[in-house]
T-cell receptor, first 113, second 113 residues
Framework: DSGVTQTPKHLITATGQRVTLRCSPRSGDLSVYWYQQSLDQGLQFLIQYYNGEERAKGNILERFSAQQFPDLHSELNLSSLELGDSALYFC????????????FGPGTRLLVL | AQSVTQLGSHVSVSEGALVLLRCNYSSSVPPYLFWYVQYPNQGLQLLLKYTSAATLVKGINGFEAEFKKSETSFHLTKPSAHMSDAAEYFCAVSNFGNEKLTFGTGTRLTIIP
């Protein structure tokens, strides 16, 4: 158990819909990262937040957005969902910035039908 | 830009045999390198990391990796495979000031009894 929690574990929805994935980092961790794992794209970095502020952006679609709240939990919002958005979405957290170990949550498996 | 290439999407070894999983990196600045393991239906767990200290890095579960700058490699080894090592292994790179992890495509390790 990494100490990072993600909800829900599984999500099934239809094209065009909007979903919110939630992540609670390890106690004391200030940085949160979101990654997407799909069969065709592999593991890709989406976005990083540090202490409530966006710190880095990767291959995140404009239909996707994220935020980190004052209690440091984070949410990833996916809208206008397409079949190709079906994937495993991981959240990871680290103590601060810099080369700290990133601890991964168990992921949320999203299926868009 | 930084990238990682993992040679061999599937590797099979006999129980008790040497495990060798290959990783080559490309980075325009000194890299930090990581190996993560993913067991079925779980998140990623850090095995070991190289952050410019000793070039031979020892990790959990008997794994180790050696950073070779001249070969731009960071191969993962374990002297004697165990059935519990069956999983998918990911090599990843990041660098100072850019903490996002760039992952390779993964290597699925199968252990033959």
């Amino acid at each position: 158990d990494s100490g990072v929690t993600q909800t829900p574990k599984h999500l099934i929805t239809a094209t065009g819909q909007r979903v919110t994935l939630r992540c609670s980092p390890r106690s004391g961790d200030l940085s949160v990262y979101w990654y997407q794992q799909s069969l065709d794209q592999g593991l890709q970095f989406l976005i990083q937040y540090y202490n409530g502020e966006e710190r880095a952006k990767g291959n995140i679609l404009e239909r996707f957005s994220a935020q980190q709240f004052p209690d440091l939990h984070s949410e990833l919002n996916l809208s206008s969902l397409e079949l190709g958005d079906s994937a495993l979405y991981f959240c990871a957290s680290s103590r601060t910035t810099g080369i700290e170990t990133q601890y991964f949550g168990p992921g949320t498996r999203l299926l868009v039908l | 830009a930084q990238s990682v290439t993992q040679l061999g999407s599937h590797v099979s070894v006999s129980e008790g045999a040497l495990v060798l999983l290959r990783c080559n990196y490309s980075s325009s600045v000194p890299p930090y390198l990581f190996w993560y393991v993913q067991y079925p239906n779980q998140g990623l767990q850090l095995l070991l990391k190289y952050t410019s200290a000793a070039t031979l890095v020892k990790g959990i579960n008997g794994f180790e990796a050696e950073f070779k700058k001249s070969e731009t490699s960071f191969h993962l080894t374990k002297p004697s495979a165990h059935m519990s090592d069956a999983a998918e292994y990911f090599c990843a790179v990041s660098n100072f000031g850019n903490e996002k992890l760039t992952f390779g495509t993964g290597t699925r390790l199968t252990i033959i009894p």
